[in-house]
């Protein structure tokens, strides 16, 4: 095997790492769940499923996510070395200068994607896009609004087809506020456990400014209005699998709470941040009830 097969091999094993495909795939389902249960079918009563706007919707917002994933790995390298020197892949696996190139065409193609949807469509994907990119640019290293952004962007994946469809917008909203709240604890866990990496380089994520302690009380503040929030909209929908799905839910989630409260090391977050993954999962599954 030659040279330029070898630095072909670990590019597209790079690409494919740093592109976060089961991420991928957990989103582009999110958002399939919806339009097939929640959405159901279009404007003009035909299925939902036989409408080419809604792949490219789905095709559009996987591109972002992918160019979001791709360009927080940029920014993030020196951060990586000391966080999970084992799993860093700009500069190693894939040049950096590839990677800004993919990160601008993936967004551009998304936006151009979008506006074949409708002129709404591109502005709410040139909007994602560019948060995206200000979060790992800036917004990431201060405190909170850089979590609330991440998981405000996975919320409107699955609401940007209520926005479209104008359809089920209160049961979508429901799913959306699951999604971000679940999220923005997730965000939160993560940076717990990227102490390390993030205050040698000088982020002022909540545990480095606020402290171990306080910033798990944050995180059950968050988990209260979580609730507050997903009870309010359940009333209005007054459906009772709903009730019941969410009220089973419920205990999953009180443990994965109770694990946030006795958790005190790295990889106890690890496997925090992996339980979040599946509630998201399991919240998403739910769809297929109603």
């Not at 630095?7 to 495909?21: A, K, M, N, Y």
């Not at 996987?62 to 993030?76: H, K």
């Not at 994946?157 to 709240?181: C, D, G, P, R």
Request: proline share 2%; aromatic share 14%; net charge positive.
């Amino acid at each position: 095997m030659n040279s330029m097969t070898v630095d072909r091999t670990i590019s597209i094993r790079g690409l494919f790492r740093i592109s976060r495909p089961i991420n991928l795939l957990m989103v582009g389902f999110a958002q399939f769940m919806t339009a097939y249960f929640l959405v159901k079918t279009t404007d003009s009563g035909i299925p939902v499923l036989q409408d080419y706007k809604l792949y490219l919707i789905i095709i559009s917002t996987l591109l972002i996510t992918a160019a979001g994933y791709m360009i927080n790995d940029y920014y993030d390298v020196k951060i990586d070395y000391v966080n999970r020197p084992g799993n860093v892949v700009v500069g190693k696996g894939i040049k950096r200068r590839v990677v800004i190139m993919l990160h601008t065409i993936l967004n551009f193609s998304a936006i151009g994607l979008g506006y074949l949807v409708s002129p709404k469509i591109a502005l709410i994907n040139f909007v994602a896009a560019f948060l995206l990119w200000f979060y790992s640019n800036q917004l990431k290293r201060e405190p909170l609004i850089g979590n609330v952004s991440v998981a405000f962007l996975t919320a409107l994946s699955i609401y940007i087809l209520a926005i479209h469809y104008q359809k089920a917008e209160l049961l979508v909203l429901t799913f959306a506020i699951f999604a971000f709240f679940l999220n923005l604890i997730r965000e939160i866990i993560k940076d717990i456990e990227d102490r390390p990496g993030d205050r040698k380089h000088g982020c002022r994520t909540l545990p480095i400014v606020l402290g171990f302690r306080k910033t798990k009380a944050i995180i059950f503040l968050i988990a209260a209005i979580f609730i507050c929030a997903i009870l309010i909209v359940m009333f209005k929908l007054d459906r009772q699998i709903i009730f019941a799905y969410f009220g089973g839910l419920g205990f999953f989630f009180m443990y994965f709470m109770y694990r946030i409260y006795v958790a005190d090391r790295k990889d106890h977050f690890t496997q925090l941040s992996t339980m979040a993954k599946i509630l998201m999962l399991i919240g998403t599954l739910s769809m297929s009830f109603l």
